[in-house]
C-alpha cells in the first residue's frame, strides 16, 4: 500500500468525522501495488447510512479529504445504504 500511516489514519479519521464511525474505507488501483510509482488516490467508502442527497454528501467528503490530505488527486466512491450493488464495488475490493 502507498500511502503513509498517517495519511491513511488522516483518510479514515476525515471519513469517519463526515460520515460516521460505523464507514469502511478500501484503498484501490494503484496504489495498493507498492511496485508502481505515482498515480491518484482511489477510495471505495461504504456506510449502511441512507443519505437523502448523496451527491452533497460525497462533494462534503471529497472536499473534506482534500482539505486533510492536501490537493492531490483523489477519486472517491460512496456505497451507502440506498446504493445498488454495481461490479466496480467488488472489483474495489478485491484489488
Do not use: H
Request: with cysteine.
Amino acid at each position: 500500500m502507498r500511502l503513509t500511516p498517517d495519511q491513511a489514519q488522516i483518510t479514515k479519521s476525515t471519513v469517519a468525522r463526515v460520515l460516521g464511525t460505523e464507514s469502511r474505507v478500501w484503498l484501490f488501483g494503484s496504489r495498493v501495488d507498492d511496485n508502481l510509482r505515482g498515480g491518484d488516490i482511489d477510495l471505495l467508502v461504504e456506510t449502511e447510512a441512507r443519505f437523502p442527497n448523496r451527491a452533497k454528501v460525497l462533494c462534503n467528503l471529497y472536499g473534506a479529504l482534500i482539505m486533510a490530505l492536501g490537493d492531490r488527486k483523489l477519486d472517491v466512491l460512496l456505497k451507502d445504504g440506498r446504493t445498488a450493488e454495481a461490479p466496480i464495488f467488488g472489483i474495489a475490493k478485491r484489488t
